[in-house]
Protein backbone atom coordinates (compact mmCIF):
# COMPACT_ATOMS: atom_id res chain seq x y z
CA UNK A 1 0.00 0.00 0.00
CA UNK A 2 1.12 3.09 -0.50
CA UNK A 3 0.13 4.93 2.68
CA UNK A 4 2.31 2.63 4.83
CA UNK A 5 5.32 3.89 3.62
CA UNK A 6 5.11 7.58 4.84
CA UNK A 7 3.40 5.95 8.17
CA UNK A 8 6.73 3.56 8.24
CA UNK A 9 8.95 6.44 7.69
CA UNK A 10 7.68 8.48 10.34
CA UNK A 11 7.52 5.88 13.02
CA UNK A 12 11.14 5.07 12.31
CA UNK A 13 12.11 8.76 12.73
CA UNK A 14 13.71 9.67 15.99
CA UNK A 15 12.42 12.29 17.79
CA UNK A 16 12.55 13.85 21.14
CA UNK A 17 8.87 15.03 23.24
CA UNK A 18 8.55 18.24 21.70
CA UNK A 19 8.90 16.70 18.02
CA UNK A 20 7.02 13.57 18.83
CA UNK A 21 4.27 16.06 20.74
CA UNK A 22 3.86 18.12 17.80
CA UNK A 23 3.05 15.14 15.37
CA UNK A 24 0.32 13.84 18.01
CA UNK A 25 -1.27 17.50 18.07
CA UNK A 26 -1.01 17.98 14.02
CA UNK A 27 -2.72 14.18 14.00
CA UNK A 28 -5.57 15.15 16.30
CA UNK A 29 -6.04 18.49 14.20
CA UNK A 30 -6.25 16.66 10.98
CA UNK A 31 -8.65 14.08 12.76
CA UNK A 32 -11.16 16.61 14.26
CA UNK A 33 -10.49 19.01 10.62
CA UNK A 34 -11.93 15.94 8.73
CA UNK A 35 -14.61 15.53 10.86
CA UNK A 36 -15.75 18.54 10.63
CA UNK A 37 -15.37 18.67 6.88
CA UNK A 38 -17.65 15.25 7.06
CA UNK A 39 -20.27 17.08 9.10
CA UNK A 40 -20.17 20.17 6.50
CA UNK A 41 -20.90 18.19 3.55
CA UNK A 42 -23.48 16.01 5.20
CA UNK A 43 -27.01 16.47 4.14
CA UNK A 44 -29.39 17.83 6.76
CA UNK A 45 -32.02 15.66 8.13
CA UNK A 46 -35.20 16.81 7.04
CA UNK A 47 -38.97 16.38 9.09
CA UNK A 48 -39.16 14.92 11.99
CA UNK A 49 -40.02 16.47 15.39
CA UNK A 50 -37.76 19.14 17.10
CA UNK A 51 -36.73 18.50 20.42
CA UNK A 52 -35.55 22.22 21.50
CA UNK A 53 -37.14 24.44 24.13
CA UNK A 54 -40.48 25.44 23.26
CA UNK A 55 -41.62 22.84 20.93
CA UNK A 56 -43.75 21.22 23.46
CA UNK A 57 -46.48 22.86 25.79
CA UNK A 58 -45.01 23.54 28.98
CA UNK A 59 -46.35 20.97 31.92
CA UNK A 60 -47.67 18.31 29.45
CA UNK A 61 -49.98 18.54 26.32
CA UNK A 62 -51.83 20.99 25.37
CA UNK A 63 -55.84 20.75 25.59
CA UNK A 64 -58.00 21.04 22.68
CA UNK A 65 -61.02 22.70 24.78
CA UNK A 66 -59.42 25.32 27.02
Not at 12 to 19: I, L, W
Not at 23 to 36: F, I, K, R
Not at 45 to 64: D, F, I, L
Request: charged content about 20%; glycine content about 14%; overall charge positive.
Amino acid sequence: MATQNPINELLQKRMDRKDFLKHVAMGMAVLTGAAGVIKLFKPAQQGGTSMSYGASAYGGAKSQGR
